[in-house]
């Protein structure tokens, strides 16, 4: 009896985890990012954040990316017109900060970022995210850079 109450336990049992900060990405970036198309998302400033932050997309649908995504990079997006923004649509871990400091490792790793190799300058710097997760969305206004946020997110 007891290891069946137990099991019922552990069942029922919700982890909560808290995000306190977020990170604005233009569609169709943040689409790649959620769908695990893309694991680094490229900034041109560097944090020493590391840890959970919430993917926001921001409110402008690039229409010249949406075009390289799907016929230049093979990235089965959805309907331009149907990409969410203005919301709060998930949340990664960010795990490092590469400094594309050398075009060839800008270049070996266009396959994770989905950047074209011309867009380099030696400045970038490549948010390196795993463990992507959707969430429902979650309407929220954007700012640049990593920003504050008051997030309870069951996990």
């Known amino acids: ?80 017109s149907t990409l969410e923004t203005g919301k709060i649509l998930g949340y990664a871990y960010l795990l490092d900060v590469i400094h594309y400091d050398e075009y060839k490792r800008f270049y070996d790793h266009q396959e994770r970022h989905k950047n074209k190799s011309s867009w380099w300058n030696g400045k970038q710097k490549g948010f390196v995210l795993q463990d992507v997760t959707k969430i429902k969305p979650i309407d929220y206004k954007g700012q640049l850079s990593l920003f504050n946020v008051d997030l309870e997110i069951k996990k």
């Not at 990405?25 to 959620?34: N, R």
């Not at 954040?49 to 997309?57: T, V």
């Open 1 to 80: 009896m007891v290891k069946h109450e137990l099991k019922r336990l552990i069942d029922g049992l919700v982890l909560k985890m808290k995000i306190n900060k977020a990170l604005s990405v233009k569609q169709p970036w943040c689409w790649a990012i959620l769908n695990h198309y893309k694991d680094i998302e490229i900034r041109t400033w560097n944090t020493k954040f590391r840890g959970y932050i919430a993917l926001h997309a921001g409110k402008k649908i690039d229409h010249n990316d949406y075009i390289l995504l799907k016929e230049g990079m093979d990235v089965p997006l959805p309907l331009e």
